[in-house]
């Protein structure tokens, strides 16, 4: 029974944005699974959003993370050895760059604008690992959100395409060294969605409708989509798979 699927897991879930981001649909996924959740919210204004998400998950923690501010991060696992004194997943998805290093060619991607998407993209996602290795008691997941943009060059996805080139390597050598305390660590790679994060890319209706059409199975992903395949990689049935990518694009990949 799916409602059964993850009883006693409990984790982590970062990068709600709203009910229609993709963190939102792992959530809920893994929530229907019968996983207990922590979640975060950006900040006070983005709280709101992220609540009504929260009252369908009855998550015993809500707190506020931006890992560029001192101490959140650690506010959250320290809330999370209290409540649970363990946990075995975490979903991290988040990913931020300056709108005018986003939009201009990689070429004139500032020196700051590049070290705030590679801070926030990618080493957050290490030092959560950090944070979480000590609660990881009996082993765990750990997963993040991709782009095909790491792989090979997308119009207009830019300097992304750098930063998330160098999460993908951080999961290969994050699962290298986890795994011989039984901690999996995967990247799901998420064709476009229409999502608050992904509109902030320029041309982004054009790269929609491409991938549409050129999807062998001539469709959009869905943020319940990756939160189907968020659950199998969080669930002992992939207790073997470490350091993948895991593509959920409708087959994009493989024709682009």
């Given amino acids: 029974?799916?409602?059964?699927?993850?009883?006693?897991k409990r984790g982590l879930v970062v990068g709600i944005a709203n009910e229609h981001s993709i963190a939102a649909g792992c959530a809920m996924a893994l929530h229907a699974a019968g996983a207990n959740l922590a979640v975060t919210y950006a900040n006070e204004r983005s709280k709101p959003f992220v609540a009504p998400v929260v009252?369908?998950?009855?998550a015993p923690i809500f707190l506020p993370l931006d890992v560029q501010v001192d101490g959140q991060l650690e506010a959250v696992f320290e809330a999370i050895d209290r409540e649970w004194g363990q946990i075995d997943f975490?979903?991290?998805s988040i990913a931020y760059c300056p709108k005018d290093d986003l939009h201009g060619p990689v070429?004139?991607?500032?020196k700051e604008g590049f070290a705030q998407a590679m801070d926030i993209s990618v080493h957050s996602l290490i030092r959560m690992t950090r944070l979480a290795i000590p609660l990881m008691k009996n082993g765990g997941s750990i997963l993040t959100?991709?782009?095909?943009g790491a792989?090979?060059?997308i119009d207009h996805y830019n300097i992304m395409g750098p930063v998330k080139s160098a999460l993908e390597g951080t999961v290969r050598y994050l699962a290298a060294e986890l795994g011989p305390k039984k901690i999996r660590v995967n990247a799901i790679s998420p064709g476009p969605l229409q999502t608050r994060a992904g509109s902030g890319i320029d041309h982004f209706d054009d790269l929609i409708d491409t991938a549409r059409k050129r999807a062998p199975e001539q469709?959009?992903?869905?943020i319940e989509d990756v939160g189907h395949m968020a659950v199998g990689l969080v669930s002992d049935l992939s207790c073997k798979v470490t350091g993948n990518i895991a593509f959920v694009d409708s087959g994009y990949h493989v024709r682009a």
């Fill in 107 to 110: 070429s004139e991607c500032s």
């Fill in 55 to 58: 009252a369908k998950l009855d």
């Fill in 151 to 153: 792989e090979k060059v």
């Fill in 219 to 222: 469709s959009l992903v869905t």
């Fill in 145 to 148: 959100m991709s782009y095909y």
């Fill in 90 to 92: 975490i979903v991290h």
């Fill in 1 to 8: 029974m799916l409602d059964s699927f993850l009883k006693g």
